[in-house]
Structures are given as C-alpha cells and as structure tokens.
C-alpha cells in the first residue's frame, strides 16, 4: 500500500524536493508539543551569549592522530 510521499514523521515535518535535491525537516511541530507537555508555551526565548566569530577546536587529547 502506498501512501504517498512521507510528509510527517514522529512529530517532524518532511520536505523532500526531488528537482533542486533538498531534503530538509522541521522540527517546530514537535518542539510545540513538548512546549505544552511541560506547560512552558507562554515561556519567552532568550539569545544565548556567546563571543563572535569563536573557532572551536577539539582538545588535543582528543585529537586523532595517525600513526
């Protein structure tokens, strides 16, 4: 049985477009419903600080290196 195109998944929205070759999911939907799970939809969204233009490195030790 076919059911078409997959359009939504586990409360995720799907847009495949075959012709530009993009794949992209959006998950508001399900970010909206944990939202009213926990009763945090009047919650308002705050920036999180950090410093521009930050280049973010693996520590050394964790570093693979061949050998």
Do not use: S, W
């Amino acid at each position: 049985m076919d059911f078409g195109p997959l359009t939504k998944i586990l409360g995720l929205r799907i847009d495949c477009d075959h012709k530009n070759g993009t794949l992209k999911i959006f998950q508001g939907p399900y970010i909206d419903l944990i939202l009213d799970c926990f009763r945090m939809t009047d919650c308002h969204p705050v920036v999180t600080p950090m410093a521009l233009n930050v280049k973010l490195q693996f520590p050394e030790e964790l570093v693979l290196h061949d050998e």
